[in-house]
């Protein structure tokens, strides 16, 4: 994801990586300019966020583990981000959060995103394995 408005924000990579250590995420992040990042979530050791894909085992009897982090790591990553400045723009692969009024009116939806098929659909909330 990219986050924009940073350039006054001191100390931004250690407001960053204090986030994805309470979340026990491991981040990748770069620059772009003085005004965005570009970060990447990654799946920690604790696999708290372990995402799934949308083939089931039915010997395992679940569905297959994705090196990932779930649709609830990147939000609960955004929503602990947006405390620390709610003009921050962010892009992501799935959509745009102007600042944190509308990530908070339209988060919601990106879960209800398809990542299966039309006859057995499997949305991005649920492709998970979060207690």
Not at 7 to 22: F, G, L, V, Y
Not at 40 to 48: H, T, V
Not at 63 to 85: P, Q, S, T
Not at 86 to 110: C, G, H
């Amino acid at each position: 994801m990219k986050v924009y408005n940073i350039k006054n924000i001191p100390n931004i990579t250690d407001k960053i990586n204090n986030i994805a250590n309470a979340l026990k995420i491991d981040i990748a992040y770069k620059f772009n300019s003085k005004n965005c990042i570009n970060i990447k979530l990654n799946l920690g050791s604790s696999k708290d966020y372990q995402r799934t894909g949308f083939m089931y085992s039915d010997n395992l009897k679940r569905y297959n583990k994705v090196n990932a982090v779930c649709w609830h790591g990147f939000r609960d990553f955004l929503k602990k981000l947006y405390e620390i400045n709610d003009n921050i723009r962010v892009v992501t692969a799935q959509t745009i959060y102007t600042n944190a009024a509308d990530f908070y009116n339209t988060y919601e939806n990106t879960g209800y995103n398809n990542i299966g098929s039309r006859v057995s659909p499997k949305y991005f909330k649920d492709a998970c394995l979060c207690s």
